[in-house]
T-cell receptor, first 113, second 113 residues
Framework: DQQVKQNSPSLSVQEGRISILNCDYT??????FLWYKKYPAEGPTFLIS?????DKNEDGRFTVFLNKSAKHLSLHIVPSQPGDSAVYFC????????????FGQGTTLQVKP | ETGVTQSPTHLIKTRGQQVTLRCSSQ?????VSWYQQALGQGPQFIFQ???????GRGNFPPRFSGLQFPNYSSELNVNALELDDSALYLC????????????FGPGTRLTVL
């Protein structure tokens, strides 16, 4: 039972354009969501998070949007840079499982120069 | 500030053997979690330790066990290794609050032959 889903295994965008990565979840008890970026041979690096009491959080080039009614979140990267090329994971936590993160399968982003 | 470190980087074992993986938490972090990341998948939560006690566990059999030490370093032990245990094992540490960001180490790549 996949509670967090990233339905796009890969995404390719041109440098300078917007990258939009999507994530869906099924568990309405989730109240905290995060995005991590992962390069090969490294651990996941935290990017940005959002609490369920908000619908948007922004940090520099990165913005996360949360649509609770649709159980959907997205990560926008503007403008995209070649160094953003990596695997992006969304993760969720909440309910009684404090601290336990449930991850999606990941989306590989390629930003072309 | 020292980040999360893990050792060893790579490990090769044969089926039936036992393995111990090690993790040093980020300075000031008292909670550590372990995740298993199979190829092409997102990390899966194994368990979490706080104050040297397990306080959350994912869907993993008892042959996966752990320890947390007074200095907040941690071990993951896997007994009776199976081929499917081949994966990247990630350690993450965070502060006390459940919404504190989890910071990941680089991982240990375990191969079971």
């Amino acid at each position: 039972d996949q509670q967090v889903k990233q339905n796009s295994p890969s995404l390719s965008v041109q440098e300078g354009r917007i990258s939009i990565l999507n994530c869906d979840y099924t568990n309405s008890m989730f109240d905290y969501f995060l995005w991590y970026k992962k390069y090969p041979a490294e651990g996941p690096t935290f990017l940005i998070s959002i609490s369920s009491i908000k619908d948007k959080n922004e940090d520099g080039r990165f913005t996360v949007f949360l649509n609770k009614s649709a159980k959907h979140l997205s990560l926008h990267i503007v403008p995209s840079q070649p160094g953003d090329s990596a695997v992006y994971f969304c993760a969720a936590s909440g309910g009684s499982n404090t601290g336990k993160l449930i991850f999606g399968q990941g989306t590989t982003l390629q930003v072309k120069p | 500030e020292t980040g999360v470190t893990q050792s060893p980087t790579h490990l090769i074992k044969t089926r039936g053997q036992q393995v111990t993986l090690r993790c040093s938490s980020q300075s000031g972090h008292n909670t550590v979690s372990w995740y298993q990341q199979a190829l092409g998948q997102g990390p899966q939560f194994i368990f979490q330790y706080y104050r040297e006690e397990e306080n959350g566990r994912g869907n993993f059999p008892p042959r996966f066990s752990g320890l947390q030490f007074p200095n907040y370093s941690s071990e993951l032990n896997v007994n009776a290794l199976e081929l499917d245990d081949s994966a990247l094992y990630l350690c993450a540490s965070r502060g006390l609050a459940a919404t504190d960001t989890q910071y990941f180490g680089p991982g240990t790549r375990l191969t079971v032959l």
